[in-house]
C-alpha cells in the first residue's frame, strides 16, 4: 500500500507564488507516474501535472492545458517526494490539491489524502 502526504497550500494573493509537495511512502517500488490533481467546490477533481520517471522512458511531464507555462512538477527519488511548483497564481486555481501516484496498469496505487488547500484571493 502507498501513502501519500501533501503538504504546502496556503493563501496567496492574484500572481503570487505556492510550492506544494508529496511525501510518498510505503509501496515505492510500484510508482510509474505520479500526478497532482485539484478539487474545487463544486466540482469534480480534475488532473493538474504528471511526472513519469522510468529507466527506458526518462523522465515525462504533463500539463492540463490551464497551468501550462505557470506550474512545475518535479521529483526527488533520494526524498521519496513530488512538488508542485506553482506560479502567476489566479483565483480559479482555487483548490484542494491532491497528489497520487499509479502504476504501469494506470491504477491509483494509494487512497486519496486530504489534501492540501490554496487559496488565491485578493
Known amino acids: 500500500q502507498l501513502q501519500v502526504v501533501e503538504s504546502g497550500g496556503g493563501s496567496v494573493q492574484p500572481g503570487g507564488s505556492l510550492r506544494l509537495s508529496c511525501a510518498l511512502s510505503?509501496?515505492?517500488?510500484?510508482?510509474?507516474?505520479v500526478g497532482w490533481y485539484r478539487q474545487a467546490p463544486g466540482t469534480q477533481r480534475e488532473m493538474v501535472a504528471g511526472i513519469t520517471s522510468s529507466s527506458t522512458e526518462g523522465e515525462i511531464t504533463n500539463y492540463a492545458d490551464f497551468v501550462q507555462g505557470r506550474f512545475t512538477i518535479s521529483r526527488d527519488n533520494a526524498n521519496f517526494s513530488v512538488y508542485l511548483e506553482m506560479n502567476s497564481l489566479k483565483p480559479e486555481d482555487t483548490a484542494v490539491y491532491y497528489c497520487n501516484a499509479a502504476g504501469r496498469d494506470r491504477q491509483f496505487l494509494a487512497s486519496w489524502g486530504r489534501g492540501t488547500q490554496v487559496i488565491v484571493s485578493s
Open positions: 510505503g509501496s515505492i517500488s510500484s510508482i510509474y507516474a
